[in-house]
């Protein structure tokens, strides 16, 4: 980390200076020889490989290719059907790929994924690779007058889908059903597509919680320095066994398939999110990861049959805010094993919070992982003093400039708006008040729903919550409190006397709204536009 002034700017190093240098070369081959990643293979093992990589290149395509050659026959993916090893996911996906090529599907053309966690995602993606497609991820819990947009604004030319997702695929897009595939990969056993004539690249959609979602274009990472950045920071090992349940299509949940990919592990899927399946799944293949969104962990702590959990080392989570009282409690019960990224789609990464951070600073984010740089700018784009509330903008090799429709986020100096507001602490911490757009002005005040949401999370009375602003004629805007209550005695009261014993006054809720569930995305994100 470095220190502009009062630690203004952030710089992730965690061991690692910026630039080429010796100790720059020396610390990332340490994490990765930690990680486990160094093991040379045999030398017939290396030709193969390195034939593989020369013919799908640095892609999905060519890291289980090279799988298949070195260990063909651990297991790539377990999910509800059974078990797929190395082999399995190379051949089936090569086949496949020699039928898209003959129905049509060329190397550029965008193609969209609705896939639930299972194998399905994994062989259609893979698949796509090899064809050289613009594979575009669908939120699978869109309808299909959401699908249809994205069909119009990514220009789709077909959809791939999970049979059970048959109903979202609009009228008039050619689509394939991944419950053909098994039967395909037969058929087509014997098939070799040719290399594809361009790498494909990956469209992921913003969440769409306040508007419609964007596409953001991402090519596979042509290193492995993000991969030492994020294992400097999170624990992961090579070859062991990670349990997925952050959806696929989510930026979090591929990011961490592809780590699993990068690491040879094996990847257990449960289709859709159950947590008593999940710490089920940990005991019975003994893994040592779980991938999450903060939502989930509630629903993790809620599970009251013991399970064998000793063997995890790592729980990670992201893709919305964790409230402190969650990651103690989980902290508490499974010990120092959660991990907790802050980032969205633009910039992938920004923050990384590992248990010390959670237990010494509660509602921190961490500080950047290497190669990453944070600052809190000012209306005036300016540096803001630690502890100032400003726009967070991120910088790093990660980081998109525009999405798919040429729109962008606002970049200074190569650094990209989040879009989120917060501060740096005197260690280089960082903390998020909330979105820009969520920030209201009440009776001249500036007011984040963030910390009500906090103080309110922590009830032992309140199983979910979420405070958005509304207009006020009084006061410009008031905040109000949608909360569903674990104690049905919970008056309104008793929520605003929560707050007041807490925070200053201008922070409690004129409203208090109780329902029975909030709307909430497939990622776990509050959808504020339907509350």
Request: with cysteine.
């Amino acid at each position: 980390m470095t220190r502009s002034g009062r630690v203004r700017v952030a710089t992730g190093r965690l061991g690692l200076v910026p630039g080429p240098s010796p100790r720059n070369a020396v610390a990332a081959l340490a994490t990765l020889a930690r990680a486990g990643i160094l093991r040379p293979p045999r030398p017939d093992q290396a030709v193969g490989m390195a034939a593989a990589l020369a013919f799908w290149g640095i892609t999905p395509a060519g890291g289980y290719a090279m799988r298949a050659v070195r260990e063909p026959r651990r297991a790539a993916v377990i999910d509800p059907e059974g078990t797929l090893t190395n082999a399995d996911v190379d051949r089936m996906t090569t086949a496949l790929a020699a039928y898209l090529l003959e129905e049509g599907i060329e190397a550029g053309q965008p193609v969209g994924l609705l896939c639930r966690n299972d194998r399905s995602f994994v062989l259609s993606l893979v698949a796509l690779v090899k064809v050289g497609a613009t594979v575009v991820l669908l939120n699978t819990g869109s309808a299909a007058p959401e699908v249809a947009g994205v069909v119009e604004s990514e220009g789709l030319v077909a959809i791939v889908h999970s049979p059970s997702l048959a109903d979202r695929v609009p009228e008039g897009v050619r689509a394939y059903s991944a419950g053909d595939f098994a039967a395909l990969a037969e058929e087509y056993g014997t098939a070799r597509p040719r290399a594809p004539k361009e790498q494909a690249t990956f469209v992921i959609l913003t969440s769409g919680t306040t508007g419609r979602p964007k596409g953001a274009r991402r090519a596979p990472p042509t290193s492995l320095e993000p991969a030492v950045a994020l294992l400097q920071a999170i624990p992961f090992k090579a070859r062991e066994t990670t349990v997925v349940a952050a959806p696929l299509f989510h930026a979090w949940g591929f990011l961490q398939w592809m780590v699993g990919l990068t690491l040879g592990s094996t990847v257990v899927l449960t289709g859709s999110f159950d947590a008593e399946a999940t710490l089920r799944a940990v005991e019975e293949h003994q893994a040592t990861a779980i991938v999450a969104v903060p939502v989930m962990l509630r629903r993790l702590l809620a599970v009251e049959t013991p399970y064998d959990t000793s063997s995890l080392r790592v729980v990670a989570v992201s893709g919305s805010a964790l409230p402190p009282d969650v990651a103690t409690a989980f902290l508490d019960r499974f010990g120092d094993v959660l991990y907790d990224l802050y980032g969205s789609t633009e910039v992938a990464w920004a923050a990384i919070a590992g248990p010390s951070d959670m237990r010494e600073a509660p509602g921190s984010v961490g500080r950047p992982p290497y190669g990453t740089t944070v600052a809190v700018l000012g209306a005036d784009g300016e540096p803001l003093p630690t502890g100032e509330t400003g726009r967070i903008f991120v910088g790093s090799a990660m980081t998109i400039e525009s999405y798919t429709s040429g729109d962008s986020k606002e970049v200074r100096d190569g650094l990209v708006s989040t879009g989120d507001l917060g501060h740096l602490d005197a260690d280089g911490r960082l903390y998020v008040s909330g979105r820009e757009d969520d920030m209201i002005v009440s009776g001249g005040e500036n007011v984040f729903p963030q910390p009500v949401e906090d103080v309110l999370s922590a009830l032992p009375s309140v199983a979910d919550v979420a405070v958005v602003g509304v207009p006020d004629d009084e006061w410009g805007q008031r905040l109000r409190a949608y909360v569903v209550r674990a104690d049905s005695s919970l008056t309104e009261d008793d929520v605003r006397d929560a707050v007041k014993r807490s925070l200053a006054r201008h922070y409690v809720p004129r409203d208090v709204v109780f329902t029975d569930a909030l709307p909430r995305n497939e990622a776990g994100k509050v959808l504020r536009r339907r509350l």
